[in-house]
T-cell receptor, first 114, second 115 residues
Framework: ETGVTQSPTHLIKTRGQQVTLRCSSQ?????VSWYQQALGQGPQFIFQ???????GRGNFPPRFSGLQFPNYSSELNVNALELDDSALYLC?????????????FGEGSRLTVL | AQSVTQLDSQVPVFEEAPVELRCNYS??????LFWYVQYPNQGLQLLLK??????LVKGINGFEAEFNKSQTSFHLRKPSVHISDTAEYFC?????????????FGTGTRLTIIP
């Protein structure tokens, strides 16, 4: 069983740039959620994708956008990067069939904005 | 709206001593409660969860937690900690467990085990 994988693991960008983060969900999982974890904080829900459509969004501006592909993998895009976007971005997958509340997290992509 | 409060940001404990990590929540709907652990430079791993039924739930690595509805708490306990338990622990709440969970996390408690 393949777990959740994220890429890249680390990256550095400058203010105003754009970034794309990628996530492959665990085998058999059709739902992908993205979380932002700032230093010293708990993860915060950004949005969730199910069947290639956004299925709920947290309190994040529109410059945070995403995609889900037919193979259930997903991308998180952030435009016009700000210093406060520096964080660990976590992807989590789940299945609408399992109904046991568990999310499976990847190891994250650490973004530094200079 | 849901929220989670983890009362202690850091907890130092001697090896083989017991530990309790505190978590309080607020929610206007039915709640499902979780504890996740994050080891250094890693993602989150589920320790245990309360969905329904018995209020005492047991998880991996010898941890357990008790759901107390009247006190809106879900404290995590372990009777004897090991060096390998050094990690960040997050309490989380969800209003759904149908595969579309959107978790609200607390700010975390850093557990440090002292040899």
């Amino acid at each position: 069983e393949t777990g959740v994988t994220q890429s890249p693991t680390h990256l550095i960008k400058t203010r105003g740039q754009q970034v794309t983060l990628r996530c492959s969900s665990q085998s058999g999982h059709n739902t992908v959620s993205w979380y932002q974890q700032a230093l010293g904080q708990g993860p915060q829900f950004i949005f969730q994708y199910y069947r290639e459509e956004e299925n709920g969004r947290g309190n994040f501006p529109p410059r945070f956008s995403g995609l889900q592909f037919p193979n259930y993998s997903s991308e998180l895009n952030v435009n016009a990067l700000e210093l406060d976007d520096s964080a660990l971005y976590l992807c989590a997958s789940s299945s609408q069939k399992q109904r046991n509340g568990e999310l499976f997290f990847g190891e994250g992509s650490r973004l530094t904005v200079l | 709206a849901q929220s989670v409060t983890q009362l202690d940001s850091q907890v130092p404990v001697f090896e083989e001593a017991p530990v309790e990590l505190r978590c309080n929540y607020s929610s206007s709907v039915s709640v499902y409660l979780f504890w996740y652990v994050q080891y250094p430079n890693q993602g989150l791993q589920l320790l245990l969860k309360y969905l329904s039924g018995s209020t005492l739930v047991k998880g991996i690595n010898g941890f357990e937690a008790e759901f107390n509805k009247s006190q809106t708490s879900f404290h995590l306990r372990k009777p004897s900690v090991h060096i390998s338990d050094t990690a960040e622990y997050f309490c989380a709440v969800s209003d759904s467990v149908f595969g579309n969970e959107k978790l609200t996390f607390g700010t975390g408690t850093r557990l440090t085990i002292i040899p």
